[in-house]
């Protein structure tokens, strides 16, 4: 089996290769054609392993229904998805996952679907009643603090005083109701208030090169 198949053979799989989110490539017919470190790293299988496979095989039975209708709609519709469902891994973990389906098209046809995977923060026992509006500068000042900067360090990133960082950290904090700037980047995640996180490895398995 060639490394992209029939109408694929255009998408630049070596930039797919370089993305921090796990990325795979699949024929109309749902087959994977291409799998990125990324993905094998949050899989735990090798490339081999998922070439060949149905993107539904490692779905939970009671979710593929609605998964794979999913997909048809990118095929058949060109429409992209973004949904939350489950997989099993190679340790036999089921995890939470949140996809994305991008139709790719080829001289105005549709030639096979793209899918990025992001994890899934657990809902917390204190849910937030209403979404916080934040001002753009506030959730320039919420990513750089979910980036671990410093107060000095997010000051010198957008040219403002450290008093004036402190100011919009104050009012992040009343805006998500959280005390701490861990409780405000987990109920930020919870909200998606911020740039998703790429699916990581299975637990326990050990990373490879």
């Known amino acids: 089996m060639s490394a992209v198949a029939d109408g694929l053979q255009g998408v630049d799989t070596w930039l797919l290769d370089k993305l ?36 539904s095989e490692p779905i939970p039975p009671e979710a593929r ?13 060109g429409e992209p998805s973004d949904f939350e469902t489950a997989f099993v891994d190679a340790t036999g973990q089921l995890r939470a996952v949140r996809a994305q389906h991008f139709p790719l098209r080829s001289g105005g046809a549709i030639v096979g679907v793209l899918i990025l995977a992001f994890a899934v923060d657990r809902p917390s026992s204190r849910p937030v009643a209403i979404e916080p509006r934040l001002t753009p500068r506030q959730r320039e000042v919420l990513e ?8 000095s360090e997010i000051a ?7 008093d004036t960082v402190r100011n919009h950290v104050r009012r992040l904090l009343d805006q998500l109701d959280v005390h701490t700037r861990l409780e405000a980047i987990a109920a930020a995640r919870r909200l998606g208030l911020l740039t998703p996180l790429p699916l990581g490895p299975p637990r326990d398995q050990p990373r490879r090169n």
């Open 20 to 55: 921090v989110v796990p990325a795979s490539l699949h024929d109309v017919s749902g087959r994977f054609v291409h799998v990125n470190p990324a993905a094998e790293r949050a899989s735990g299988h090798p490339k081999a392993w998922w070439l060949g496979r149905h993107f």
């Open 65 to 77: 229904k609605n998964v794979v209708a999913l997909f048809r709609r990118a095929v058949e519709r």
């Open 144 to 151: 750089l603090i979910a980036s671990g900067l410093s107060t």
């Open 156 to 162: 010198g990133r957008l040219t403002l005083s450290d």
